[in-house]
């Protein structure tokens, strides 16, 4: 029987540092990046100011990997472009009880307060659709249709919010194998621009997949793989990453 594993409350330190990391968009660019986590990782971002009503929606496959150590997660983060910010997120989990385990979860937080963190058990066991909304006001977390969380948007303020798709393992040697195809990526009920860019430390890679907006994360977590942002397209690696579309609403209602 496989050791028992920590649930993944401290992945919420880390996420929310790469957050403040790779979302301080001064000026016309992400900063370079110089990473401060500790977990093996990648983000891909969305390059729209979600400060209005949104509904993003992912098939999310999810391989379950019986040898880590710990756990691993994919999840959609919105949080504000200043750092320390509010934020909220959906996520898959694997590793708690066991290695193969796959429960939902769901976090909260203000600026400069821990994030509450709530674990849902799942009937899905490979395929899940994971989905973050924003209408009338609030915000809402997802799993196959069913609501986990719910929070009022103007409990947590964030100025010009973005969407970060992340995909995270704890341990050296664990590994991901995840895809999440864009079942609807909507904003104001338009179409989003399909992600173009991303940030990976450690090992874990992400690429586009051939469903627009589509994305799989892939890889094992090696502290001496390179730590850069990447063309989502090619994997090939860029300085930075373009600053998200400012829409003109940005009373985040």
Same mark, same amino acid.
């Given at each position: 029987?496989?050791? !028992?594993?920590?649930?993944?409350? +401290?992945?919420?330190? *880390?996420?929310?540092?790469? #957050? $403040? ?15 401060? *986590?500790? %977990? /093996? ?9 979600? /400060?209005? %009503?949104?509904?993003?929606?992912? %098939? &999310? @496959? ?7 150590? *710990?756990? *691993? @997660? ?15 997120? &959906?996520?898959?989990? !694997? ?37 973050? +909304?924003?209408?009338? /006001? ?16 103007? $409990? ?8 970060? =798709?992340?995909?995270? =393992?704890?341990?050296? /040697? ?25 940030? @990976? ?8 997949? $051939? ?12 502290? %001496?793989?390179?730590? @850069? ?5 090619? $994997? ?9 579309? !400012?829409? #003109? +609403? !940005?009373?985040?209602?």
């Amino acid at each position: 029987m496989a050791q !028992r594993r920590s649930a993944p409350l +401290r992945r919420l330190v *880390s996420v929310t540092a790469a #957050a $403040g990391l790779a979302c301080a968009l001064a000026g016309p660019a992400l900063a370079k990046v110089t990473s401060v *986590s500790t %977990d /093996g990782e990648a983000t891909v971002y969305l390059n729209t100011d979600f /400060g209005q %009503d949104f509904d993003l929606a992912y %098939d &999310v @496959t999810f391989e379950p990997a019986p040898e880590n150590k *710990s756990w *691993s @997660t994919v999840s959609i983060l919105l949080v504000g472009a200043k750092f320390p910010s509010a934020s909220v997120s &959906v996520g898959l989990s !694997r590793g708690y009880p066991n290695a193969t385990t796959l429960s939902a979860f769901t976090t909260s937080a203000h600026p400069n307060e821990r994030q509450t963190y709530r674990a849902f058990p799942v009937q899905c066991t490979v395929r899940c659709r994971l989905e973050l +909304r924003a209408q009338r /006001g609030d915000l809402y977390a997802l799993v196959d249709g069913r609501v986990l969380a719910s929070w009022p948007r103007w $409990g947590y303020p964030m100025a010009n919010p973005g969407v970060q =798709v992340n995909g995270e =393992v704890g341990e050296v /040697g664990d590994r991901l194998s995840a895809s999440l195809v864009s079942a609807r990526r909507q904003l104001a009920g338009v179409p989003t621009p399909a992600p173009t860019c991303a940030f @990976t430390t450690q090992g874990i890679e992400p690429r586009a997949l $051939g469903t627009p907006g589509s994305i799989a994360f892939a890889g094992s977590r090696r502290p %001496d793989a390179r730590v @850069t942002y990447i063309a989502l397209a090619d $994997g090939s690696a860029t300085d930075s990453c373009p600053e998200p579309v !400012r829409s #003109a +609403r !940005r009373d985040n209602r």
